[in-house]
Structure formats: structure tokens, C-alpha cells
């Protein structure tokens, strides 16, 4: 009886243990699988919050009009006549110049017209004065401004300080420039003399699409003091805006800068940047819009990003 009892005692306990160790494990997949249908839904409605505002921007965009830094969005019905991102009485005012816009909770959005972002193809000379801002080295400035050149150029005939398919070779590069348009902006990272410190400050401002004009109204505050070279001057400006006082007449007599009736006003191209959180989830859509529609399409998407 004694042995018996012996025998019984570890038994018992090793079965204890298995038994135990079943539960942690079956605890740990059901909180693990628990922790991931939250997860989920969290991504599924951080994905419905996104989708939703983006129908809301479409929305406002096709049926508000531009003033020269703003959209002005109509108020939805009656009851709704504040204006929180404005100074118009029942009148909401979008800026356009990517100061953020809180939609609801956890939801931003971001408008930049793109005609005051800096394009390869309409204001190249704004690549070389913002790389200026980042950095004093001269060279590797006109380095980065002429390989742009040779790189989107269909000859071998290279710049002062460009490059050409030889010179990237023997750079060590494993590839050439592709005598051709760049495809999008990412390209830009390849162009020799170009880095990830100069590319990261820059690429904020950079769009692909071009408006076909310069609007000096919406730019950025980095680019707004790219442009101007003077910070007190772009204090005022930037503080004008803020105010919703900022007009062609006001930036042209501070400035001194003339420009077309175009340079003045939205291009009616806008990059919007939608942001949703919900818990730890977050989902993003940038996508650049048209609003130069037609009778049977009224804006066009140009690019699309999520």
C-alpha cells in the first residue's frame, strides 16, 4: 500500500502539471486571438474613418469654391453656421497650405495646393533654393541641380557639374540615368549627388503633378521662407494668413513679388492626406485630386496612395 501510494502521488502530480499547463496555453491563444479581433476591428473602423472623410473631402471640393488660400465649405443644413477652421459666419475655411483639419476625433486631414509645392516640371529653380536651405555646399548643389538635367536630358552630352551614364559607372552606381521624364518622385533619390538627409527635408514639398503655376499664397512655411529668404518677412506673411487677411495685393506690396493673376490663386489640383487612428490602429490615404472636372466628371483622381 505504501508503494502504491508512492506511485500514485507523482502521477497525480504530473498530470496536474499537464493539465495547468493545457490551460495557460488555451488562456494564452483565446487572449491572443481576442487581442487580434480587436485589432482588427480597430483597423476596420480606423479603415471606415478614412474612407468616410475622403467621401467628405470629395464632397466639399466638388461643390465649394476656392479663395486665395482657403476652400470655403458650406455649412450642411441650418444648424451647422459656426466656422471653427475660419473667420466667415456659417462658413467653414479648408486652408490649403497643409495646416492640419480635425474632421472628429482621431480623424485629421491635410489640403496643399499643389501650385505652391515644388514640381520637376513647372518650378525646377525652387529645387535648387530649397536644397540651398539645407545645405552650404555649393558643389554638391549644382551637382544635384545639372545631374537632374543629364538625367531627364535624351543625350550623353553632360552639364559643368552633371552626370551622364559614364559617370555614374564609374561612380560605382548600378544603374544610368534614364534620359527621360523621372516616373515619380521617389527617382529623385537616385540622382547622384543626392542624399537621404537633403531628400527627406525636401520631399515634404515635392509633388509630381503640375499645376502649370506658382502660387505663392498657399506655399508652406519652409517653402514660404525658401522663397522669400527673409524670416521676418515670412513671420508677417505667415501671420496674415493665419489671420485670413493674406491677399495678392498685401503679399506683392511686403514682398515685392509680381506675378500672374495664376500665381495668386489655387490651381484646383489638391494633394489630400487623410489620417484615422482608433486604439493603436492607423490608416492613411493620400491621393492627389483634380477638381478640373466636366459635366460628366467632376474631379479626376490623379494618384492614389493607402
Known sequence: MIKENGFALPLVLGISTILVLVIISISNSVSHKIALITEMDSQ?????????????????????????????????????????????????????????????????????????????????????????????????????????ADWRDNDDFKRINGAEAWDYRSAGYTYVPRNSYLQCIEEFRLIKGMNSFLYERI????????????????????????????????????????????????????????????????????????TARVDQSTDRIQTVVSKRGSKNRPFTIMEWMR
Open 203 to 274: 520631399r515634404p514639398e515635392m509633388i509630381y503633378w503640375a499645376s502649370g503655376s506658382d502660387n505663392y499664397l498657399t506655399m508652406s512655411e519652409s517653402l514660404l521662407r525658401v522663397v522669400l529668404d527673409d524670416d521676418r518677412m515670412a513671420d508677417q506673411i505667415l501671420q496674415l494668413r493665419r489671420d485670413r487677411l493674406l491677399t495678392d495685393t498685401l503679399f506683392t506690396a511686403i514682398t515685392g513679388i509680381h506675378g500672374t493673376e495664376n500665381s495668386f490663386s489655387p490651381s484646383g489640383l489638391i494633394l489630400v492626406e487623410i
Open 44 to 148: 476596420a473602423r480606423a479603415d471606415m474613418k478614412t474612407y468616410s472623410a475622403f467621401n467628405e473631402v470629395i464632397f466639399n471640393l466638388t461643390t465649394s469654391n476656392f479663395t486665395p488660400t482657403d476652400m470655403a465649405v458650406l455649412p450642411v443644413s441650418d444648424m451647422d453656421q459656426t466656422a471653427p477652421m475660419g473667420m466667415i459666419p456659417g462658413i467653414a475655411l479648408w486652408n490649403l497650405f497643409g495646416v492640419p483639419i480635425s474632421l472628429e476625433e482621431g480623424v485629421t486631414v491635410t489640403l496643399r495646393d499643389t501650385a505652391g509645392m515644388i514640381s520637376f516640371f513647372s518650378n525646377p529653380k525652387l529645387i535648387e533654393r530649397s536644397l540651398a536651405r539645407f545645405s552650404a555646399d555649393t558643389k554638391q548643389i549644382a551637382t544635384i541641380v545639372d545631374s537632374l
